[in-house]
């Protein structure tokens, strides 16, 4: 029996799983103190997308294809099925509670991409009964697929639908695995980790060196780094902020942006 077999034994049972959980923290614990000499470092990771760069759906196209392929996000064929990490929605989806009657037609036709917000209070973390779901020092609002005992709290807690369930094992909708990044497996939920495990080896995201300058990344609590200086020159907007979530992801339009 695997650990996140055992794990979901015990959550069924209410026998242990505490104490389970809490001797998993210590070892995990002990294990992030050891970094790499290379990793990226920040004490808040955030994103800055400027939409207006993304000029056709081949520039979008770009960036999704290549953080599936990194991630090993299986190609399921079916939407009611699908798993994504990053995809697109138009203004009206992405910012419902911005709707305006004067919008400007450029905006109204645009496309965002979208993805987890690793928000700072993330409610995903709050409902996961196992902890497979948790927020790094960094920010970051990461993982354990081991935990994940598929109870989809998370999915229903995620106001910005960023989570996916794999009803079937992944690996048969995968072309080609990239064996640097581990596969999931059937009853797990998965999203976006903005790549921390390349943050850890000195690398950006996939997404950010696949966008050709569309997508930056940076520390949010350093007023000198690349996202809070796009930040400081120009306006932006993030998905739900009414909710408190505290999202991570900042939205650069373009001209015509601030009529939204």
Known sequence: MNRRDFIKLMASLGIGSALVLEGIDKIEAAADRVTDSKALQAKHWGMVIDVSKFKTAEDFQQVAAA????????????????????????????????????????????QFPVLCNHCENPACVRVCPTKATFKRADGIVAMDYHRC????????????GARSFNFFD???????????????????????????????KGQQPVCVEASGGAIMFGDLDNPNSSVRQVLKDNFFIRRKVELGTGPSVYYIIGGGGASA
């Open 170 to 200: 992944p690996r048969s909708y995968i072309d080609q695995i990239n064996s640097a990044v581990p596969t999931r497996t059937k009853g797990v939920v998965e999203k976006c980790t903005f790549c921390m495990e390349r943050l850890d």
């Open 149 to 160: 005992i598929g109870c989809r709290y998370c999915m229903a807690a995620c106001p910005y």
């Open 67 to 110: 953080c599936h392929q990194y991630h090993n996000v299986p190609e399921i064929g079916n939407p009611q099925h699908e798993v994504k990490w990053i995809w697109q929605e138009d203004f009206e989806h992405t910012f419902a509670e911005l709707e305006s009657e004067y919008l400007s037609d450029k905006v109204q036709h645009m």
